[in-house]
C-alpha cells in the first residue's frame, strides 16, 4: 500500500471536519507543540472510536516525524484498508500494510494478530478453506476468527461431500457471508441421502437463489417425487410398513410418525414421544392406542416381525441417489436393477404385489432354504390374505392364506434366522432382546394367525356365509398341520442339504409340497426307518410321528398334537383292510429315478412323501392310519369316561370303533391291550378316591371292567386274566364298602350287596386273600344281623370255616387266624345253647379231668383231641367230637387235617338239624361229605 502523505487529496468524511479544525488564539499565531499535541489527541481519540478515516484525516496534517505520527498514519490507514477490503487483492494490501507495521511495531497495538486476521480473510477470499481453518483456528476468539472458522470447514465439508460436518460446522456461522445457504444446501444433500426426498426439497428451497446446484437438486427431487412419490422417504428406516398396514390410520408407527417413532427407533425415544406429542398440545386416541403398543417390547416385536425388512439399505439409498427423472417409465426397473436384493419390496411397495410375490417365489424356488427371502413372501401373502378378505374376494383370500400359513410355519421353525433378526431388533432398540423374547415372539405370532382365522370364521359365521366359515375351519386345521410337520421334522434334524439353509431345514406338508421336497424328506424318511428298525435314534415313535406328519394322515395327526380329538377323527381318511391295498410298486424302495418314470408313484409322492421309499409302503400307511385313529379314540373314550353321566357309553362306541378298525389292518391284540390300559388306568383313578364319594367311584369302576370286557370279547388268556383280577380287586373293595366302610360315612350297611360282591370277586379270582377274608368276616361278623336260628347259623359258619380252611392252606395272616378265633366262638356259642346246663356241666368236668397241655407241644395235645373228636363221632355223639375239635383247632390252626375234621362235624350237625336238605357243595363243586 502506497504511504499516504499530507500532501494527499484524502478528506475526512463529512461531519469530521470540525473535529480537527486546529485551535486559534485572537490576533496570535497557533503555537506549533500545542497543535501537535491536541491534533494527536483527537487522533488517538478517533483511534478509540475506531474512525479510522477520521484518524487518518488527523494524522496527515501533522508532521510525519512528531512522536508516532508516521507509524500511527500508516496504521490507521490499514484499518482504513480493512474496512474496506473486498477481494482477494484488497486483503492482499492489507496484509503487506500489517506486516510492513508488525516490522516498526505500533505502540499498544498488537499488529501481528491483526496480520494474521487480514492473512485469514485473504485466505478465505482467495478459497483457501484449508489455511482459512487452519489460521482461524489460531486465532482464537479474535472478532469474528470462529465464524470463519466454522464456515471455512463447512466449505471443507462441502468440497469432500461430507454433509453432516458440513451441516454442523454452519450451524456454527449463522449469517456469516453465504452460511445459511450452505447449510441449507447441506441438510438437503443428508435428507435427499436418507431418501427423504420432499424434506429434502424443503431445504433445497431455503438454499434457493444463492446456489444454483440447489435449485438444480431442487427440480429434480421434485419430479422424482411425482414419479415415485411412494419411494420418498423409503430408506429411513430399517423396516418397512406394507402399504394396505399403512391405510390404517391406528397403524402405530403410522400414528407417532410426527413425534419422531419409525421402526428404528430406540425404546427411549419410544418412551419419551408422550412428552413430545404433549408439547404439541394433546394427543389422539391412535396416538394413545400406539403408544400402548409399542411401549412394551413383547408387542412392539410382534409387529416388527410382520414388517419388511431391508437387505441392503446402503445400496438402496446409492440406487435412490443414482436415479433420474429423464428415465421415465423406466425408473423403477432401473431402481430394481440398482438394488436387485430389494427388488420385491420395491415392486410391492410400487403397488406391484403380484410381481413382487412372483419375484419373492422365484427365489424362494431357487433357494427353499433362504429364510430372509421367506420372510418378505410370508408377510406379503399375509397382508395379501387381509386385504382380499376385507376386499370381499374371500376365495382368493384362501388361497393367499394357503400359501402365507405354509410360509409362517417355516419360517417360525429356523431358530438361526430369528437369533439373527433378534440381534437387529436389540441394536434399533438399544435394549437387550433375550432368546426367550424371541421364543415368546414366535409363539405368540403363531397365535396371531389362530386369531386371525378364528375372528374371519366367526365373521362369516354370524354373517351366514357357512362355506366361508368352513374354510377357515380349514385353514386353521392347515396351520396346526404346518407347524406340527415343522416341529417334528426339526425333532428328526431336518431336511439336509436344502439350498439357502444355514443348516437344515424344518417345514410342513404344504411347504414341502410348494418348494418340491418330497424327494429328499422320502429319502430322509426311508433312512431314519432303517436306523430305528436297528434300534438307533431318534426311535421309532419319532419316525412314526415324521411320517404321519408328511402323508394323508397330517390334519388328523396336527389336530391330534393340540388335543382336537374330534376334529383329528373327522380329519382322518377311510381305511381299507390289508386284503384289499393295491399292489406295490417295486420301483421307489430300490431308486429313485423310477418315480420319474411311473405316475403312480409321482402321484403317491405327492400325497405321501414319507412312505414313497419304504417297502410295502401301502400297508405301512395303513398301519400307521390305523395307529393314529386308535390314539384318537383312546383320547376321546379317555375324555368321556371323565366327563360324567353319559360318558361310559360314548367311551364304548369309541371302543367298539377302534376294534373294528384295527381288524382292517391285523392289529386288533395291540389296541386291545391299548384299551385294557385305558381301562385300568381309569379305574386306578376311581380307586384311589376316598370318602363318601367311594361307593359311586367303585360301582363305575365295576361297571366299566365288565363293559370292557364285553366290548372286547374275545380276549386271550392273558389279558381276559388280567381284567377279572382286577374286576375281583374291584368287587372286593366294594363289598367292604357295602358291608363296612360305609357305615363310617353315616349310611347303612348292605350285608347282601356286600355278599355279592365279594362271592363273585372270589368266584373270578380264587387266590384273592381279600375276598375270600372279608367274605368270612362277613358271615362271622354279621350273624347277630342276619338270623338267631341255630341251623341257619350253623350254615354260616361252615361256609366261613370252610372259606377259611382253604385261605389258611395258601397262607397264613393274622386276619384268617382272628376270623378263624371268631368263628370258633361262635361254634362254641352254638354248642353251649344245644347242650344245655347239664351237656356243658359234663363237658367242663371230662376237661377238668384232663391233665394240663404242654404249651411246648400244643401240636401233640391238638392230634390228641382230634383223635377224641373221631373216636366221639364214630360213636355217634357230634357235639363231644365238635367240642373236642374246637380245642384242637384254636390250640393248631395250621393243620389241616384237624379243620377239615372240624368241617366235617360241622356239616353232620348240620345234616342232623336240617334233614331235609340238600348236601352242601365245597369250592371245588363236591359234596363235604
Same mark, same amino acid.
Given at each position: ?31 506549533? +507543540? ?7 489527541? $483527537? ?6 472510536? +475506531? ?105 471443507? =465439508? ?8 458440513? /451441516? ?53 427431487? &421434485? ?45 427411549? @425415544? ?23 403398543? $409399542? ?6 416385536? #410382534? ?29 423403477? =426397473? ?23 410375490? /412372483? +419375484? ?21 401373502? $399375509? ?21 402365507? %400359513? ?6 417360525? *421353525? ?34 396371531? %394367525? ?22 377357515? #375351519? ?76 408328511? *402323508? ?21 381318511? =377311510?381305511? &381299507? ?14 431308486? *429313485? ?66 376294534? !373294528?378298525? *384295527? ?8 389296541? !386291545?391291550?391299548?384299551? @385294557? ?133 395258601? =397262607? ?65 355223639? @357230634? $357235639? ?5 375239635? @374246637? &380245642?384242637?383247632?384254636?390250640? +393248631? ?5 384237624? &379243620? ?30
Amino acid at each position: 500500500m502506497a504511504d499516504p502523505t499530507p500532501g494527499d487529496n484524502t478528506r475526512p468524511p463529512p461531519g469530521e471536519e470540525a473535529d480537527h479544525a486546529p485551535p486559534s488564539a485572537a490576533g496570535d499565531a497557533p503555537d506549533h +507543540e500545542a497543535l501537535h499535541l491536541y491534533l494527536y489527541a $483527537l487522533a488517538r481519540t478517533h483511534e478509540v472510536n +475506531e474512525r479510522w478515516q477520521g484518524a487518518f484525516g488527523v494524522y496527515r496534517e501533522m508532521d510525519e516525524g512528531w512522536a508516532d505520527v508516521g507509524v500511527r498514519r500508516r496504521y490507521v490507514w490499514a484499518r482504513v484498508e480493512e474496512a474496506g477490503a473486498e477481494g482477494v487483492e484488497d486483503w492482499r494490501r492489507v496484509v503487506e500494510a500489517y506486516a510492513a507495521l508488525e516490522r516498526e511495531g505500533v505502540p499498544g497495538v498488537d499488529v501481528a494478530a491483526r496480520g494474521r486476521y487480514a492473512r485469514v480473510r485473504a485466505a478465505e477470499a482467495e478459497g483457501d478453506w484449508a489455511g482459512v481453518a487452519a489460521e482461524a483456528d489460531a486465532l482464537g476468539a479474535e472478532r469474528d476468527a470462529p465464524a470463519v472458522a466454522a464456515y471455512a470447514r463447512g466449505r471443507l =465439508a462441502d468440497a469432500h461431500q461430507e454433509w453432516q460436518r458440513a /451441516a454442523d460446522a454452519f450451524r456454527q456461522c449463522p449469517g456469516h457471508r453465504d452460511a445459511d445457504a450452505h447449510l441449507a444446501y447441506a441438510e438437503g444433500r443428508l435428507l435427499e441421502a436418507a431418501g427423504r426426498w420432499s424434506a429434502a426439497v424443503a431445504a433445497y428451497e431455503r438454499a434457493g437463489g444463492a446456489l444454483d446446484r440447489a435449485d438444480v437438486r431442487c427440480r429434480r427431487l &421434485r419430479r422424482l417425487v411425482g414419479l415415485l412419490p411412494w419411494a420418498d422417504g423409503l430408506t429411513g428406516a430399517p423396516l418397512v410398513a406394507d402399504p394396505f398396514a399403512v391405510r390404517d390410520q391406528a397403524f402405530p408407527y403410522l400414528a407417532l410418525r410426527d413425534a419422531g417413532v419409525d421402526p428404528g427407533a430406540s425404546m427411549d @425415544i419410544v418412551k419419551n414421544a408422550s412428552y413430545a406429542l404433549l408439547e404439541r398440545g394433546s394427543m389422539s386416541w391412535h396416538e394413545r392406542v400406539a403408544l400402548e403398543r $409399542l411401549r412394551l417390547p413383547g408387542r412392539r416385536l #410382534q409387529l416388527d416381525a410382520l414388517l419388511y425388512r431391508w437387505h441392503s439399505p446402503a445400496a438402496l439409498r446409492d440406487a435412490l441417489a443414482g436415479l433420474s427423472p429423464d428415465d421415465g417409465p423406466g425408473l423403477l =426397473a432401473a431402481l430394481c436393477e440398482r438394488s436387485p436384493q430389494d427388488a420385491p419390496l420395491l415392486l410391492l411397495l410400487a403397488r406391484d404385489r403380484e410381481a413382487a410375490v /412372483a +419375484e419373492w417365489e422365484r427365489r424362494l424356488t431357487a433357494a427353499p432354504g433362504d429364510m430372509a427371502v421367506l420372510h418378505g413372501l410370508a408377510a406379503a401373502r $399375509l397382508w395379501q390374505a387381509q386385504e382380499l378378505e376385507q376386499s370381499g374376494a374371500w376365495e382368493h383370500a384362501v388361497h393367499a392364506w394357503e400359501s402365507a %400359513l405354509a410360509y409362517w410355519a417355516t419360517l417360525l *421353525s429356523d431358530d438361526e434366522y430369528w437369533d439373527g433378526w433378534r440381534a437387529e431388533r436389540a441394536a434399533a432398540y438399544e435394549r437387550d432382546v433375550t432368546h426367550d423374547d424371541m421364543a415368546s415372539l414366535r409363539w405368540e405370532l403363531s397365535q396371531h %394367525l389362530f386369531g386371525q382365522l378364528s375372528a374371519y370364521e366367526q365373521r362369516h359365521t354370524e354373517q351366514g356365509r357357512p362355506q366361508q366359515a368352513a374354510d377357515y #375351519q380349514a385353514l386353521a386345521a392347515l396351520l396346526e398341520s404346518e407347524l406340527g410337520g415343522a416341529r417334528v421334522l426339526k425333532d428328526v434334524g431336518g431336511l439336509p442339504s436344502v439350498p439357502g439353509a444355514g443348516a437344515t431345514l424344518a417345514c410342513g406338508p404344504r411347504y414341502l409340497r410348494l418348494l418340491r421336497l418330497q424327494e429328499p424328506l422320502a429319502e430322509l424318511a426311508a433312512g431314519l426307518d432303517a436306523a430305528a428298525q436297528q434300534g438307533k435314534d431318534p426311535g421309532e415313535y419319532a419316525v412314526r410321528e415324521l411320517r404321519w406328519a408328511f *402323508s394323508e394322515l397330517a390334519p388328523g395327526f396336527a389336530l391330534s398334537e393340540v388335543r382336537k380329538f374330534e376334529a383329528a377323527l373327522r380329519s382322518l381318511p =377311510a381305511f &381299507r383292510t390289508l386284503t384289499t391295498l393295491p399292489e406295490d410298486c417295486a420301483g421307489p424302495a430300490s431308486r *429313485s429315478a423310477h418315480t420319474d418314470e411311473c405316475a403312480h408313484c409321482r402321484d403317491f409322492l405327492r400325497r405321501n412323501p414319507a412312505y414313497v421309499r419304504l417297502p410295502r409302503r401301502h400297508a405301512r400307511l395303513l398301519q400307521d392310519g390305523v395307529e393314529l385313529a386308535v390314539h384318537v379314540r383312546l383320547a376321546l373314550a379317555r375324555t368321556a369316561l371323565t366327563r360324567g353321566d353319559g360318558g361310559l357309553d360314548e367311551a364304548l362306541t369309541h371302543w367298539r370303533e377302534l376294534v !373294528k378298525v *384295527s381288524r382292517n389292518a391285523g392289529m386288533q391284540a395291540r389296541s !386291545k391291550k391299548a384299551v @385294557i390300559r385305558t381301562v385300568l388306568g381309569r379305574v386306578e383313578a376311581l380307586a384311589d378316591e376316598d370318602g363318601v364319594q367311594l361307593g359311586d367311584c367303585l360301582d363305575e369302576a365295576v361297571t366299566l371292567v365288565e363293559s370292557a370286557l364285553t366290548v372286547l370279547h374275545p380276549l386271550d388268556r392273558e389279558l381276559l386274566s388280567q381284567l377279572h383280577a382286577k374286576l375281583s380287586a374291584l368287587l372286593s373293595m366294594r363289598g367292604v364298602w357295602r358291608g363296612y366302610t360305609r357305615t363310617k360315612h353315616g349310611m347303612r350297611s348292605d350285608m347282601h350287596g356286600a355278599e355279592a360282591d365279594l362271592r363273585r370277586a372270589l368266584a373270578l379270582n380264587p387266590e384273592s386273600s381279600h375276598a375270600r377274608d372279608n367274605l368270612a368276616r362277613a358271615f362271622v361278623f354279621t350273624l347277630d344281623e342276619r338270623t338267631y336260628d341255630v341251623p341257619a347259623r350253623l350254615k354260616l359258619l361252615h361256609e366261613a370255616l370252610g372259606l377259611l380252611d382253604v385261605g389258611l392252606g395258601q =397262607a397264613l395272616t393274622h386276619r384268617y387266624r382272628e376270623t378263624l378265633g371268631e368263628a370258633l366262638d361262635e361254634m362254641e356259642k352254638l354248642l353251649t345253647r344245644h347242650l344245655g346246663v347239664a351237656g356243658m356241666g359234663a363237658l367242663i368236668r371230662s376237661d377238668g379231668q384232663e391233665a394240663p397241655p404242654d404249651d411246648n407241644d400244643l401240636a401233640s395235645w391238638a392230634a390228641e383231641l382230634t383223635d377224641r373228636a373221631e373216636r366221639a363221632l364214630r360213636g355217634g355223639d @357230634i $357235639l363231644w367230637a365238635l367240642h373236642h375239635l @374246637i &380245642r384242637a383247632t384254636r390250640a +393248631e390252626p395250621t393243620d389241616s387235617r384237624i &379243620r377239615r375234621a372240624l368241617l366235617d362235624a360241622v356239616h353232620r350237625w348240620l345234616a342232623e338239624l336240617t334233614p331235609d336238605t340238600k348236601p352242601l357243595e365245597n369250592e371245588e363243586g363236591g359234596s363235604v361229605a
